[in-house]
């Protein structure tokens, strides 16, 4: 009779053993790329929806109060508050609203980690606390910076978001094209996709969607990839020798891509979330005002946030965005 030959007990468990630790190493990177995807389709859909939102409205200024007593001193803020009431909810479903002082009634957190998960930031309840220079230098002083320094409000949708919102009461008072300056800014909204729900970090759950101009509103939603690229490039190049910037994205990974004029502003809007801030660095924007090497591109400085126009084989900075 010819002997049967299967597995030990031993050789079983081991296998076993093997399997458990693949697993246990493979599984969590798996569970990352899933909810990753899933929180990047979740991102655009909403942006979709408050952009068609937004579009529906007539202007996006003159909503929302701020009053002063004769020292100067603020007696009532409801801007962001009232923007919500008054206008956001005639165009898109609400669930329920928390005005000033009670954003976590709403679900959002108290605390979001950095884009680079190196540092934990007190989530913002006034303007101001989404970068330290929105209302300096070229933007506002005095008594315009105090009254564009609103505080937050806060909505969650029907889709289980929660979403703070920070209004400009000066929204559209500047026409410059050559600074983007903080009046360009209309509305700011920082959401949270799975409310009280971790991880609470910035290009995960939580993101951000700005609306600039007062009339034919532009809605922009960037997605930043984790760092800045490591040296400077210039917009366009003509030689084979250094990569220009809409490559540096390109090689940086497929799904990136070079940020328009727009959706630069808006990571400097949102800097403190995702590492923007420095001194005087100036990034590359994809705009072009004449396409040749010599021609004209425009950049954007993330100290003050201002957007001038330079040579595009200039060498700035590079902060790519998902597609």
């Given at each position: 009779m010819k002997k049967k030959k299967g597995f030990t007990l031993a050789e079983i468990l081991i296998t076993l053993a093997i399997i458990g630790?693949?697993?246990?190493?493979?599984l969590p990177s798996l569970l990352v790329n899933v909810n990753e995807k899933a929180w990047d389709a979740q991102k655009k859909a909403l942006h979709a929806r408050l952009a068609q939102a937004?579009?529906?409205m007539n202007t996006l200024g003159g909503y929302g109060t701020y009053t002063e007593d004769t020292q100067g001193n603020a007696t009532a803020d409801t801007a962001a508050e009232s923007f919500i009431l008054d206008a956001l909810s005639k165009v898109y479903k609400i669930n329920n609203v928390?005005?000033?002082?009670?954003?976590s009634s709403c679900g959002l957190p108290s605390k979001i980690t950095s884009i680079d998960a190196t540092s934990e930031i007190t989530f913002p309840t006034k303007m101001k606390?989404?970068?330290?220079?929105?209302?300096?230098?070229?933007?506002?002083t005095?008594?315009?910076?105090d009254v564009a320094d609103t505080k937050a409000a806060a909505f969650e949708t029907v889709n289980g978001e929660s979403i703070a919102v920070f209004y400009n009461p000066l929204c559209g008072s500047n026409t410059s094209a050559n600074n983007i300056s903080h009046n360009k800014m209309c509305v700011n909204f920082i959401y949270d996709l799975n409310g009280s729900e971790g991880p609470n970090q910035a290009g995960k759950d939580i993101g951000f969607i700005t609306a600039f101009y007062n009339k034919n509103p532009v809605v922009v939603a960037p997605i930043p990839y984790t760092k800045n690229y490591k040296s400077n490039a210039p917009q366009y190049s003509d030689t084979t020798d250094k990569l220009d910037a809409p490559t540096v994205c390109?090689?940086?990974?497929?799904?990136?891509r070079l940020p328009n004029t727009?959706?630069?502003a808006s990571l400097y809007i949102n800097a403190s979330f995702i590492n923007l801030l420095g001194n005087n660095n100036t990034y590359w924007s994809s705009s072009v005002i004449s396409p040749s090497v010599s021609g004209l591109g425009w950049v954007q400085r993330s100290s003050d946030g201002g957007r001038t126009r330079?040579?595009?084989?200039?060498?700035y900075l590079v902060r790519c965005i998902k597609k």
């Open positions: 630790i693949v697993a246990a190493i493979t937004i579009g529906q928390c005005g000033p002082d009670k954003l606390e989404l970068n330290e220079s929105l209302l300096n230098g070229n933007h506002y005095g008594e315009d910076g390109k090689t940086m990974g497929e799904d990136l727009d959706e630069l330079t040579t595009r084989s200039s060498n």
